[in-house]
């Protein structure tokens, strides 16, 4: 048996596979307004802290 067979299939370049359709259907069940207040609290929990630290980073940065 021969190594050099398994050498070219390692060194050989490789296409890229064809790229795979996406199909989206719609969803079962409509976006209610819990689901909306939901998604907004989780947004103002985390931008909101961001928010205030990168405002005041030149704050943080003095040393008093």
């Known amino acids: 048996m021969s190594v050099f067979p398994v050498l ?3 060194l050989r370049p ?13 969803p079962e069940s409509r976006v ?3 689901t909306v207040i ?3 609290a989780f947004f103002l929990a985390f931008m909101v802290p961001s928010g205030w630290i990168l ?3 030149e ?6």
């Open 8 to 10: 070219r299939a390692l």
């Open 14 to 26: 490789r296409l890229a596979p064809p790229a795979r359709a996406l199909h989206s259907y719609p």
């Open 32 to 34: 209610g307004p819990l």
């Open 38 to 40: 939901g998604l907004g």
């Open 55 to 57: 405002t005041n980073l």
């Open 59 to 64: 704050s943080y940065k003095k040393r008093d």
